[in-house]
């Protein structure tokens, strides 16, 4: 069985698009299907991606205590979900029942530039602000601190002399849509080889 995914979003879905793609492409048996896309905000574009995949949508309040999301995550028999760019704190009802099967992509390597507040174009005005020399995507697990769960991979890209936060963003960006889905991939092909072997 494919693992099941759901995808938290709050912005423009650019990588909701990207993982969408890979695992539609994929030519040899599915690993994992996207079942449920789900944001906090009812004008998210990645909203109006995954109803033209026809994907499951849903929105809920930026406020919900974890109540709302794990009604939604038990009622689509969730797997893994994924964050992708999801700018809220997940509750700690849900860090709990889904521990371990949170994963996030953040644009630079943590730990360094992450954190309460570090989304966006803050990251890469960050990095260039630092004279760091590369930057790159981690994924990582999600936990109860922003930016803090277990590494899971990263991919480094160096920062150009010519770099402004705009150039870095693009590059990092075209990475993001990369790496996020074969990390997904791998992840889920873990999750299937675990349950086959606990059975």
Known sequence: MPTRLAVLASGRGSNLQAIIEHFDNLARERVAKVVLVASNRADSPALIRAATASIDIANFDGADDGTQLLKLLRKFRVDLVV????????????????????I???PALLPAFGGEGMYGARVHEAVIASGARESGVTVHLVDDEYDRGPIVAQWRIPVEPSDTPESLASRVLAVEHVVYPRVIEMVAILQNTESKISV
């Open 104 to 106: 996030n992509i953040h």
């Open 83 to 102: 964050l992708a760019g999801y700018l809220k704190r997940i509750p700690p009802s849900v860090i709990r029942e889904y521990a371990g099967r949170i």
